[in-house]
Each structure stands twice: as structure tokens, then as C-alpha cells.
Nanobody
Framework: QVQLVESGGGSVQAGGSLRLSCAVA??????????MGWFRQAPGKEREGVAR????????AYADSVKGRFTISRDSHQNTLYLQMNSLKPEDAAMYYC???????????????????????WGQGTQVTVSS
């Protein structure tokens, strides 16, 4: 079973920044070709995609609401996925989840439409709170 472990959440004032991390605590996990991403879910709302990246494919995608403020990246040496979040707004407050696709070279285009069903592995989430 693939284990994804998020960290880096916390409480910040509007306009501030946070960097979320997602470590893959599974040996033998293949990265190249894998789609990995970040989703978030606020209380009473559906889970929504925030950003995704094709590992080794040079493709990233962002939700329209975070374009220009959030950046997804991966450190290949530390096998860690990041989400740098700048200019945070109160509406960014949510539980943030790291996700990885079950299969390699599956759907992972540059569009802003996200399907949670494209991802078979999920972390437990890290909470982000943004105060105005």
C-alpha cells in the first residue's frame, strides 16, 4: 500500500505563505510517469483539485482559483512533493490532501479540470487556516 504523508499546514494571515510537503513513505514507488497532485476540502464543500504534476513529464496544472499564487514541484532527491502557496486568502482555508495516481502515464494534462477518481492513493491531509 502506498503511504503519502503530508506536512506543512498551519495557520497564517491573509497574504501570507505556506509550503506543504508530501513524502512518499513507500519503498519501490515509481515516480516517472506518475501524476501527483494536491486537493483540498473545506467544511461543507466538495473536494476540489488544486494542482497536479506529471513526474518526469514537465506538465503542471492548476485550478483557476490558485493560478499565479500556488506552485507545485517535486524534489527528486528527497522524493517529496511540494505545494508552495503564496498570497493566501481566507477562501484557501481547507484540509489539503496529497494524491498520487494508481497507474503510470494515466490522465494528467495541463487543463484546469481535476478528477479525484484519477488518483488512487491519498494522504491523510494537513490543515490550512487563513485568517483575514
Amino acid at each position: 500500500q502506498v503511504q503519502l504523508v503530508e506536512s506543512g499546514g498551519g495557520s497564517v494571515q491573509a497574504g501570507g505563505s505556506l509550503r506543504l510537503s508530501c513524502a512518499v513513505a513507500t519503498s519501490g514507488f515509481t515516480y516517472t510517469g506518475r501524476c501527483m497532485g494536491w486537493f483540498r476540502q473545506a467544511p461543507g464543500k466538495e473536494r476540489e483539485g488544486v494542482a497536479r504534476i506529471r513526474i518526469g513529464g514537465g506538465i503542471t496544472a492548476y485550478a483557476d482559483s490558485v493560478k499565479g499564487r500556488f506552485t507545485i514541484s517535486r524534489d527528486s532527491h528527497q522524493n517529496t512533493l511540494y505545494l508552495q502557496m503564496n498570497s493566501l486568502k481566507p477562501e484557501d482555508a481547507a484540509m489539503y490532501y496529497c494524491a498520487a495516481a494508481s497507474r503510470l502515464w494515466g490522465p494528467c494534462d495541463s487543463g484546469s479540470f481535476f478528477r479525484p477518481t484519477d488518483f488512487g492513493f491519498w494522504g491523510q491531509g494537513t490543515q490550512v487556516t487563513v485568517s483575514s
